[in-house]
Structures are given as structure tokens and as C-alpha cells.
């Protein structure tokens, strides 16, 4: 085959065009930190990177719903650390009521204080969270109490879950009809003993697991609602603990996810340098041996 002169001087153009696209490329990968820049570098590598940021998606909106579920859990275990602590005032103004001493307007004056914290009560168990009632069962739009009487038509009792993993949910929220309806019943009958000349024993008995009302009917005492109360918070403390676990497991998630995108996408700067570096000198003794080979003009053959 005869060798002409366009021959070599094509070569020599398509392999230094060559040369300088893969140096291209490693300049790329040395300024972006990334074998590739483009999916069609390294389909592979594109399509393994875009499952993995599937997966780092899922984690970050899982902690996202943890952020929530904390949040909820939190704010219903102070509301009712705050009821424990006004049925304990409670308790202090029935005992000050069932002494003998008292006079039947001592009583009631003992019972302003009682009606304020019944009101205090209704107060917690219309407590919000981003405007959500969260002692509403899943009508979270509607407050459990209403014109100071439980809003029993427009909440219910059923679970608010949150999704804290793939196929794993959570219950945030607390059954506050259950609950805070017991303890609206009690203060009210306490009421109606304070103001309706009831002896001492008769209010003291409200103490107990079980008295009976003002209209003579057995309810709930202060001691079974405030044993409510502790199994509630009891309740929240153990999804507490599931929370933490669970955001321990995603934080393991996360680092591993990332540690698989980098992996799979960061450049090795030692090896791409010295591919680099390789690639230069490939190119740098092509030039030299072009320039040899092909003469430039035709004064060089008259010579």
C-alpha cells in the first residue's frame, strides 16, 4: 500500500485530536471530582449514581418525617406532663376541701381554682402542632374541646401515623377522647360535689379510684386518671425510644449511601494525575515526531 504524505499528515491530526480529547477528559474529571460529567462518560457508573440518589432521597425524607414525629411525640408528652402536674394541684384542693373546717363559700372559693384549671385542661387538650390538633384523633382540623365541652361529633380516637421507614409506620398522636374525657367527667363532678354542700367524705372520696358524683352515678376518681395519664406518657416514652433507634438506623443509612455514591463517582486524583501526566508525555512525543515526519512546505524537498 502506498503511504502518501495527506496519509500521515491525517493520522498524525486524528491521533493528536485523540490525545487531546482524553487529556479533555481527565482535566474534567481533576476540576469536577467526578469520573463522569456527562451519563454517556460511563453509563454503568450514571445508572448505579442514580440509584443510589433514589436511595439517599428515601433517607433524607425519612429523617424529614422523623423531624416530625419528634415533634409531635415531644409536644404530647409536655401537654401531658402539664396535666399530671395540674391534677396534682387538684389533689392538694380536695384535700384542703374535705376538711371539716371549711365553710360551704370556703368551698366554693376552692372551686373557682378548680374550674380555672378545667379550663387550663381544655386548653392542653386543644394543643397544636404546625395547626394541627394532635389530641383529635385524625381530625386534626377540629379542636377536642369546644365552648368548653368535648367536641365529641367532630374528633375521634383514631391513629395519625407517619411513615419512618420503607413499609414501617409510626403512631405520632395520642387518643385525647379517651383520656381528657375522663378527666373533663371528674373535674366536673368535683365541681358539682364543691357546690353542692357534699360532706367531707364525699369529696375526699373523689381521691380514689372510683366515686360517686354529683348525680349519685360511679365515675372515675383523680387516682385512675392520673393512673391514665402515666400509661399515656408511659405510651409516648416507648415510641420515644423506637424514634431514636430508628433515627440511628437512618443516620447509618445515610453515611453508607453516600459513602456507595462516592465510590461509585469520585475520581482517584493519585491515579487520574498520573494518568495525566502519562498522557501528556504521549502527546508531547507525537507533536515532536509529527513535526519530523511531515515537512512543511515545499522548499524542504528542493533541498
Given at each position: 500500500?502506498?503511504?502518501?504524505?495527506?496519509?500521515?499528515?491525517?493520522?498524525?491530526?486524528?491521533?493528536?485530536?485523540?490525545?487531546?480529547?482524553?487529556?479533555?477528559?481527565?482535566?474534567?474529571q481533576?476540576?469536577?471530582?467526578?469520573?463522569?460529567?456527562?451519563?454517556?462518560?460511563?453509563?454503568?457508573?450514571?445508572?448505579?449514581?442514580?440509584?443510589?440518589?433514589?436511595?439517599l432521597?428515601?433517607?433524607?425524607?425519612?429523617?424529614?418525617?422523623?423531624?416530625?414525629?419528634?415533634?409531635?411525640?415531644?409536644?404530647?408528652?409536655?401537654?401531658?406532663?402539664?396535666?399530671?402536674?395540674?391534677?396534682?394541684?387538684?389533689?392538694?384542693?380536695?384535700?384542703?376541701?374535705?376538711?371539716?373546717?371549711?365553710?360551704?363559700?370556703?368551698?366554693?372559693?376552692?372551686?373557682?381554682?378548680?374550674?380555672?384549671?378545667?379550663?387550663?385542661?381544655?386548653?392542653?387538650?386543644?394543643?397544636?402542632?404546625?395547626?394541627?390538633?394532635?389530641?383529635?384523633?385524625?381530625?386534626?382540623?377540629?379542636?377536642?374541646?369546644?365552648?368548653?365541652?368535648?367536641?365529641?361529633?367532630?374528633?375521634?380516637?383514631?391513629?395519625?401515623?407517619?411513615?419512618?421507614?420503607?413499609g414501617?409506620?409510626?403512631?405520632?398522636?395520642?387518643?385525647?377522647?379517651?383520656?381528657?374525657?375522663?378527666?373533663?367527667?371528674?373535674?366536673?363532678?368535683?365541681?358539682?360535689?364543691?357546690n353542692?354542700?357534699?360532706?367531707?367524705?364525699?369529696?375526699?372520696?373523689?381521691?380514689?379510684?372510683?366515686?360517686?358524683?354529683?348525680?349519685?352515678?360511679?365515675?372515675?376518681?383523680?387516682?385512675?386518671?392520673?393512673?391514665?395519664?402515666?400509661?399515656?406518657?408511659?405510651?409516648?416514652?416507648a415510641?420515644?425510644?423506637?424514634?431514636?433507634?430508628?433515627?440511628?438506623?437512618?443516620?447509618?443509612?445515610?453515611?453508607?449511601?453516600?459513602?456507595?455514591?462516592?465510590?461509585?463517582?469520585?475520581?482517584?486524583?493519585?491515579?487520574t494525575?498520573?494518568?495525566?501526566?502519562?498522557?501528556?508525555s504521549?502527546?508531547?512525543?507525537?507533536?515532536?515526531?509529527?513535526?519530523?515526519?511531515?515537512?512543511?512546505?515545499?522548499?524542504?524537498?528542493?533541498?
Amino acid at each position: 500500500m502506498r503511504v502518501t504524505q495527506s496519509m500521515l499528515s491525517g493520522n498524525m491530526l486524528r491521533n493528536l485530536n485523540n490525545s487531546y480529547g482524553r487529556m479533555s477528559d481527565l482535566q474534567n474529571q481533576l476540576a469536577s471530582g467526578t469520573k463522569i460529567n456527562r451519563p454517556s462518560d460511563d453509563p454503568v457508573i450514571a445508572v448505579k449514581g442514580m440509584g443510589y440518589r433514589r436511595d439517599l432521597g428515601r433517607v433524607e425524607q425519612y429523617t424529614r418525617n422523623m423531624n416530625t414525629v419528634n415533634t409531635w411525640l415531644d409536644t404530647s408528652n409536655e401537654s401531658l406532663d402539664q396535666v399530671s402536674s395540674a391534677l396534682t394541684r387538684v389533689k392538694e384542693l380536695i384535700i384542703q376541701a374535705a376538711n371539716d373546717t371549711n365553710t360551704a363559700d370556703e368551698r366554693k372559693k376552692i372551686n373557682t381554682e378548680i374550674e380555672q384549671i378545667k379550663q387550663q385542661l381544655q386548653d392542653i387538650g386543644n394543643t397544636q402542632v404546625a395547626g394541627d390538633y394532635i389530641f383529635s384523633g385524625t381530625k386534626t382540623d377540629n379542636p377536642l374541646f369546644s365552648n368548653g365541652a368535648l367536641n365529641a361529633a367532630n374528633v375521634n380516637g383514631e391513629e395519625v401515623k407517619i411513615e419512618i421507614s420503607s413499609g414501617i409506620q409510626l403512631t405520632v398522636n395520642t387518643d385525647g377522647t379517651e383520656v381528657f374525657k375522663m378527666i373533663d367527667d371528674f373535674m366536673t363532678q368535683v365541681s358539682g360535689l364543691l357546690n353542692g354542700g357534699a360532706t367531707s367524705e364525699e369529696i375526699s372520696s373523689a381521691l380514689g379510684a372510683t366515686f360517686s358524683g354529683a348525680g349519685g352515678a360511679t365515675i372515675p376518681g383523680l387516682d385512675a386518671a392520673t393512673e391514665k395519664v402515666l400509661e399515656k406518657l408511659a405510651d409516648i416514652g416507648a415510641r420515644q425510644n423506637r424514634v431514636e433507634t430508628m433515627e440511628n438506623r437512618l443516620a447509618i443509612q445515610f453515611v453508607s449511601v453516600n459513602k456507595q455514591i462516592s465510590d461509585n463517582e469520585d475520581v482517584d486524583y493519585a491515579q487520574t494525575i498520573t494518568e495525566m501526566i502519562t498522557n501528556q508525555s504521549i502527546h508531547q512525543a507525537g507533536l515532536s515526531v509529527g513535526a519530523k515526519i511531515i515537512q512543511q512546505t515545499l522548499v524542504d524537498f528542493i533541498r
